[in-house]
Nanobody, 125 residues
Framework: QVQLVESGGGLVQPGGSLRLSCVAS????????IGWFRQAPGKEREGVSY????????YYADSVKGRFTISRDNAQNTVYLQMNSLKPEDTAVYYC??????????????????WGQGTQVTVSS
């Protein structure tokens, strides 16, 4: 069964950190582009960060650049999103997604083939 499972969300104070994990099962991530998206209540889904698993190319939205880091562990079939200096505006449900491709990034949500169920991140004092 093809599945993406996110974990690592929670409640954190402003300025704090969280690390989200996205574990793939039923397929290997080697030839996929991975995206982290988020959606806050009443807002549209937003692309946060993308990575090409084949060549390591990454992308960050301006709103998270310098604070978030996407990384991978091919052996564990896992992608991570390290989130530092969190702000209240980072509060959202975070989703990982996988798009089958040999190279490059997928910037549009409708390009992605598989999605996780999401993990809630709440930044509040």
């Amino acid at each position: 069964q093809v599945q993406l499972v996110e974990s690592g969300g929670g409640l954190v104070q402003p300025g704090g950190s969280l690390r989200l994990s996205c574990v793939a099962s039923g397929f290997t991530l080697d030839h996929y582009a991975i995206g982290w998206f988020r959606q806050a209540p009443g807002k549209e889904r937003e692309g946060v960060s993308y990575m090409s698993m084949s060549d390591g190319i990454t992308y960050y939205a301006d709103s998270v650049k310098g604070r978030f880091t996407i990384s991978r562990d091919n052996a564990q079939n896992t992608v991570y999103l390290q989130m530092n200096s969190l702000k209240p505006e980072d509060t959202a449900v975070y989703y990982c997604a996988a798009d089958f491709r040999d190279y490059g990034l997928a910037h549009e949500a409708d390009e992605y083939d598989y999605w996780g169920q999401g993990t809630q991140v709440t930044v509040s004092s």
